[in-house]
């Protein structure tokens, strides 16, 4: 146990306890927490600093709001609602159709005007948000997932994880949604995180659970020496997000979208560690190369560049 | 920077628990383990007098600052009585006086002692040896006797131990049976000796006292002889000779004053009595530090009223699982519902134990998670889902208790205080994580807070844990210096291991 404890360590193996004390204690200062747990709050901050993210139809903020809801998405044949403060991808619902008054779901069941606003309701009330507290409903743009992971990936979106230090980005990780995950990209539930190299965005290794998968359990196909195209525009998305938050230590959720390219979803203040296990390789030597020799100052193309050079898989 | 700051903090911590820890056990005598017991000695001398008419006095000498034992407790009981207490260098006394007496009187005196290792055997001040004016043909004979023992000695002790020896002899010749015939009274020998070594220039006394034994109804003070060897005191039995103290040996008081003195009365008598008990060695602490007036005791839990201090011997515990809560979260790594949840539970299992808690949980979360996700299809609002769940929860424990009391198990009864809203939010927390991560997940998350909740309470109810903690309320301090170091614990947690094991192939 105690070689294993040192070869993990040989190879810069993240803990949960080091990424907490040493990382996230030390850069994600509390006060900025909201303007990543608050999803409403990021899209306004990335829009302003003129990033790419889902369109924002409307917001709902009360319950005398709702009756506002068929108004704003009259002319919209295909939206997702989502609570602000949701977390883990509950209370998010997609509609992919109309017809006469009804609503279609991503699974195909047709509901009724009555159920999309109890669903509203309830998220306002604090259903989806943890502790319960008060929320507000998003109604955004409903991405369309880019024909490149068609043969990976079961309904849903995938979505690319890049975890960002000091605005260099130090790894990412693609996150297929499977049958078991439900099609939502959240690992827990059983989606697939493949690894990523950084300099050429092609796709390595992959994982579920905790054990090595090569090939998708759905649909069969190699998830490996998969090309993410438009790989130079998300590391500049992702490098750009710690600016607007502040937080030195972020996960960037990217998702690839067949017309707008690729699109900021949400920042997360405490990224998970799995992305080491996705790519077989450390964080910490990556985290320290940056905090040793970058500047976080540098513009954000020196910073690419130098995440290219160092951060090469092979 | 940080780092030395926490580590001074945490050495700081721990020297203040640990210090006032040892000055209360060493110090103060303070019970490290529950349920020990001291023996405790209570002595009374009960005197009767017939007095005259007219005014009564009598004088008790009382013991001052024993050697090797503590008072505890003193009374004096007198019906009618004046009593001053008066103290000197080396005596102490008790003086009733009445003016106007009648019959038989009874006065008492009664103390209760603890044996105290604390209190050495020497004590009192060292008399410089007077020489004592005796009469001829005593003075001769003296003089005698000592300058035969003298040359049979080398030092203080050994002149001692041969005039003992000579005074005990059968046939101890013309010289030493002239001087004892002059002191046939009970201490006599003592007494004598005491002046023969006064002659020979040595400091020494006399000293009564009785030996503790259970239930003496008409005790003795038997005589010693402490001798001044020049550093410190040696004891020795006049009657025997032999060196040494004995162990339980309480000396009353020293010198040539009576026991009891008395004017205006007739026909003394006196009765002594000795005997023992046991008692809790942490309430005989507490008096004896009483007595001390010792603050550590002003400012302690044991001066609170009884409720309040049932209260704080659970309120303590927290701590301790909490403590092994950091452990077992941040050093092993298992994980579970909120952060502190598992102690929550724990606290509870001790009015269910640990099996029966655990049965008792396991089944009214399973209900409670079933009854959660059917309400979760009818789409209720936040609150009144947590109300109509918690309401579940007592109704379930009501049937639980109905069900055992009818299959006559012990279990169910106890049920009434089983926290109920610990249980509501247990099943909030679990079917959130069911949710958001699976299955999986709720139930390995479960498990783990049911693990840690039982580790946690087989800690908390270990009875010296319980004792240290509520006795030695500093020793949370080390408590904290550990925590606050665990703070900064930033290696691998040990179940982490299994999870990146991957990355260490190759």
Known sequence: MLSLRRTLNERGVLGLNRRNSEYIGRHNERRRYPLVDDKLLTKELAIAAGMSVPELYGVIATQHDIRDLHRIVADRERFVLKPARGSGGNGILVITGRRAQLYRKASGDWIDPSEVEHHVSSALSGLYSLGGHHDRVMIEYCVQCDPVFDRVSYQGVPDIRVIVFLGYPVMAMLRLPTRQSDGKANLHQGAIGVGVDLATGETVGGVQGTDAVAEHPDTGNPVEGLVIPGWDNILELAGRACEITGLGYVGVDVVLDRDHGPLILELNARPGLNSQIANRRGLRGRLERVSAAADRTAPLGTRIEFVREHFRHR | ?506
């Open chain 2, 1 to 506: 920077m940080r780092q030395l700051h926490l580590y001074l903090l945490a050495a700081l911590l721990t020297l203040l628990g640990l210090g006032l820890f040892l000055y209360k056990t060493l110090g103060l005598g303070f019970p490290m383990a529950p349920a020990e017991e001291v023996e405790l000695w209570t002595l009374q001398v009960r005197f009767t007098v017939d007095s005259r008419t007219g005014p009564l006095k009598a004088t008790l000498q009382i013991p001052r600052n024993p050697p090797r034992y503590t008072i505890l407790d003193e009374h004096f009981v007198s019906r009618g009585y004046g009593l001053t207490a008066r103290e000197g260098r080396d005596f102490r006394e008790a003086e009733w006086a009445i003016r106007q007496a009648e019959g038989r009187q009874s006065l008492y005196y009664r103390i209760q002692v603890t044996a105290d290792g604390q209190r050495g055997v020497d004590s009192g001040a060292v008399p410089a040896a007077a020489d004592p004016e005796l009469e001829e043909p005593f003075k001769t004979a003296a003089i005698t006797v000592v300058s035969e023992v003298r040359s049979h000695s080398a030092d203080a002790a050994s002149f001692a131990a041969e005039l003992l020896r000579r005074l005990n002899d059968p046939t101890p010749g013309e010289n030493i049976d002239l001087l004892l015939s002059d002191s046939r009274s009970p201490g006599g020998k003592a007494r004598l000796a005491e002046t023969l070594l006064a002659v020979a220039s040595i400091p020494a006394r006399v000293a009564f006292g009785l030996e503790l034994e259970d239930r003496q109804r008409y005790a003795v003070f038997t005589p010693w002889l402490e001798v001044h060897d020049g550093k410190r005191w040696v004891h020795f039995d006049p009657e025997s000779g032999e060196t040494g103290l004995p162990d339980d040996f309480f000396i009353w008081w020293r010198g040539d004053r009576p026991l009891i003195a008395m004017q205006g009365a007739s026909n003394p008598e006196v009765q002594i009595s000795v005997w023992g008990s046991y008692a809790p060695a942490l309430e005989i602490a507490e008096r004896r530090v009483d007595l001390v007036g010792s603050r550590v005791v002003e400012f302690s839990l044991l001066g609170l009223p009884i409720q309040t201090q049932a209260v704080f011997s659970i309120l303590l515990l927290v701590p301790i699982g909490a403590f092994f809560m950091v452990v077992l979260r941040n050093v092993v790594g298992i994980r579970t519902f909120g952060t502190f949840m598992p102690v929550l539970i724990a606290l509870t299992f001790r009015e269910t134990r640990l099996l029966g808690g655990l049965t008792l949980f396991v089944v009214v979360v399973a209900i409670g998670l079933a009854v959660r996700f059917y309400l979760e299809r009818l789409r209720l609002l936040l609150v009144p889902r947590l109300a109509a769940v918690l309401i579940t929860v007592v109704l379930i424990l009501a049937a639980v208790s109905i069900l055992s009391n009818r299959l006559e198990l012990e279990l169910g009864l106890s049920v009434a205080l089983f926290p109920l809203v610990i249980m509501t939010m247990a099943i909030e927390h679990m079917s959130i994580v069911w949710e958001e991560r699976g299955a999986v997940e709720a139930v390995r998350e479960g498990t783990g807070t049911l693990l840690v909740a039982a580790i946690a309470y087989l800690v908390m109810s270990l009875d010296h844990v319980q004792h240290l903690v509520f006795v030695f309320p500093e020793l949370l301090l080390v408590v904290l210096a550990a925590t606050l170091l665990l703070g900064r614990y930033s290696g691998y947690r040990l179940l982490e291991l299994r999870r990146f094991r991957v990355l260490a192939e190759r």
